[in-house]
């Protein structure tokens, strides 16, 4: 498995308005998802409900505050 792949705050910014890639929070915790959550992110377990719909090449930004 290979590491993942840092980005700048800016190129995930970017990313997400393009529509190039789905911002995650990636805490399992719903309440520090809603303390900490940033403008179009879901929260981890939105996340998981949606795996199943998500093809391979979606890119995917997890953060944490």
Do not use: N, W
């Amino acid at each position: 498995m290979t590491e993942p792949e840092r980005i700048s705050p800016e190129e995930a910014h970017q990313k997400l308005k393009a529509g190039e890639a789905l911002l995650v929070c990636a805490y399992e915790d719903e309440e520090k998802f809603k303390k900490v959550r940033l403008e179009g992110a879901i929260s981890l377990g939105e996340f998981k409900l949606r795996l199943d719909s998500l093809t391979k090449d979606q890119e995917i930004v997890f953060y944490c505050a």
